[in-house]
């Protein structure tokens, strides 16, 4: 089950006035302390923690640490009528809040206070959503790219196989074989060609477009650009620069992937809590000399020059959780099969822009 709001205050009165005010416009539920708070948060999820500070027990700050910890995707506010600077202090790097709400509070600010809140808390697990659809994406590429690798390497004595096969078969038909003889030939021919056209499945080149393909390249970046424009907006200002370019060569589902793994990475490099006006992704596209050029530039945390190197490299990744380290080594494989190029530079002024090249049909 989930909630939007939780709120914690020792003082019944307080839960009551609260549940009043605002039970008919959110999913809240209620606790009496942090101890309680936790409890409840381990068995349903919340989108905005509102607690008191001064309580019996687990102080509000100490609440909101112990819950970003737990729960780093939930909204944190600290609600007191005491104005302790140090107080606020604690509850900003400590429980890093969103916002410090005093008492008495004011209905209508409490309730924007929850809206924001829980739009934040939606944006923030659609971009964990969009995370895990990438980690998956790169998982299965990753292993289409194994298989065609292993079929590669199978098909040429596959085919001298066949060959010997095919040869074998007519020496038995003109030296005057049995039946039985010239179909259990026909047999081992026919199961040669079964494993032929598994290998041919498993191959990249047999299951994506034909490179000759068009693929109008603006509108794959703007499609993108659509799943993920709430999520980088509620971490950086977007902006978006598109000049109109002719179609390149290509698969659009794949092309699409390189542009996701891209955005992806950029949200992934903008630091957590900080306010979107603090950041920028930008994206460009234009045509330049015979390629189309895509950047994706973010003002993020940046690449340490000894990382670059290894940058592109299969399961390489900085991350220390739920990264496979295959979608950069992947997107350059999808772009330098077409006959482009994929590099990584420093930002204008922090962070990373990454440059893609495609030749245009």
Request: charged share 25%; proline share 5%; net charge negative.
């Given at each position: 089950?989930?909630?939007?709001?939780?709120?914690v205050?020792?003082?019944?009165?307080?839960?009551?006035?609260?549940?009043?005010?605002?039970?008919?416009?959110?999913?809240?539920?209620?606790?009496?302390?942090?101890?309680?708070?936790?409890?409840?948060?381990?068995?349903?999820?919340?989108?905005?923690?509102?607690?008191?500070?001064?309580?019996?027990?687990?102080?509000?700050?100490?609440?909101?640490?112990?819950?970003?910890?737990?729960?780093?995707?939930?909204?944190?506010?600290?609600?007191?009528?005491?104005s302790?600077?140090?107080?606020?202090?604690?509850?900003?790097?400590?429980?890093?809040?969103?916002?410090?709400?005093?008492?008495?509070?004011?209905?209508?600010?409490?309730?924007?206070?929850?809206?924001?809140?829980?739009?934040?808390?939606?944006?923030?697990?659609?971009?964990?959503?969009?995370?895990?659809?990438?980690?998956?994406?790169?998982?299965?590429?990753?292993?289409?790219?194994?298989?065609?690798?292993?079929?590669?390497?199978?098909?040429?004595?596959?085919?001298?196989?066949?060959?010997?096969?095919e040869?074998?078969?007519?020496?038995?038909?003109?030296?005057?074989?049995?039946?039985?003889?010239?179909?259990?030939?026909?047999?081992i021919?026919?199961?040669?060609?079964?494993?032929?056209?598994?290998?041919?499945?498993?191959?990249i080149a047999?299951?994506?477009?034909?490179?000759?393909?068009?693929?109008?390249?603006?509108?794959?970046?703007?499609?993108?650009?659509?799943?993920?424009?709430?999520?980088?907006?509620?971490r950086?200002?977007?902006?978006?620069?598109?000049?109109?370019?002719?179609?390149?060569?290509?698969?659009?589902?794949?092309?699409?992937?390189?542009?996701?793994?891209?955005?992806?990475?950029?949200?992934?490099?903008?630091?957590?809590?900080?306010?979107?006006?603090?950041?920028e992704?930008?994206?460009?596209?234009?045509?330049q000399?015979?390629?189309?050029?895509?950047?994706?530039?973010?003002?993020?945390?940046?690449?340490?020059?000894?990382?670059?190197?290894?940058?592109?490299?299969?399961?390489?990744?900085t991350?220390?959780?739920?990264?496979?380290?295959?979608?950069l080594?992947?997107?350059?494989?999808i772009?330098?099969?077409?006959?482009?190029?994929?590099?990584?530079?420093?930002?204008?002024?922090?962070?990373?822009?990454?440059?893609?090249?495609?030749?245009l049909a």
């Open positions: 089950m989930s909630f939007d709001v939780l709120y205050d020792d003082d019944r009165s307080n839960l009551t006035v609260f549940q009043a005010a605002f039970g008919r416009d959110f999913k809240v539920q209620l606790a009496e302390s942090g101890e309680q708070a936790l409890e409840l948060m381990a068995q349903n999820e919340v989108a905005v923690l509102l607690s008191d500070q001064r309580m019996p027990g687990l102080t509000g700050v100490e609440l909101l640490t112990m819950a970003r910890q737990r729960y780093p995707d939930t909204e944190r506010y600290l609600v007191t009528a005491y302790n600077l140090d107080e606020a202090i604690q509850a900003v790097n400590l429980g890093h809040i969103r916002r410090y709400l005093r008492k008495p509070w004011a209905a209508h600010d409490i309730r924007q206070a929850i809206r924001e809140g829980i739009e934040t808390w939606t944006l923030r697990k659609r971009v964990r959503l969009l995370e895990r659809q990438a980690w998956q994406s790169e998982r299965i590429y990753a292993l289409g790219v194994v298989a065609a690798g292993v079929a590669h390497e199978l098909r040429n004595p596959l085919g001298s196989l066949l060959l010997q096969t040869m074998a078969e007519v020496e038995a038909q003109e030296a005057g074989c049995g039946a039985s003889i010239l179909a259990r030939m026909a047999s021919r026919g199961s040669v060609l079964r494993v032929r056209d598994i290998l041919d499945g498993m191959s047999h299951r994506s477009s034909p490179s000759g393909d068009q693929v109008d390249l603006n509108e794959v970046v703007r499609l993108t650009l659509t799943s993920l424009k709430g999520s980088i907006r509620s950086a200002n977007l902006n978006i620069e598109l000049t109109p370019v002719p179609p390149v060569r290509g698969s659009s589902t794949t092309l699409g992937q390189v542009v996701l793994n891209l955005l992806v990475n950029a949200l992934q490099a903008l630091p957590e809590g900080e306010p979107p006006g603090n950041h992704i930008t994206v460009r596209l234009s045509p000399e015979g390629f189309a050029v895509l950047e994706i530039e973010d003002t993020g945390r940046g690449i340490p020059p000894e990382v670059l190197p290894r940058l592109f490299e299969p399961f390489f990744t991350k220390e959780s739920g990264g496979t380290g295959l979608g080594a992947i997107s350059r494989r772009v330098e099969d077409q006959g482009g190029s994929i590099e990584v530079a420093p930002g204008a002024e922090r962070g990373s822009l990454f440059r893609v090249r495609l030749p």
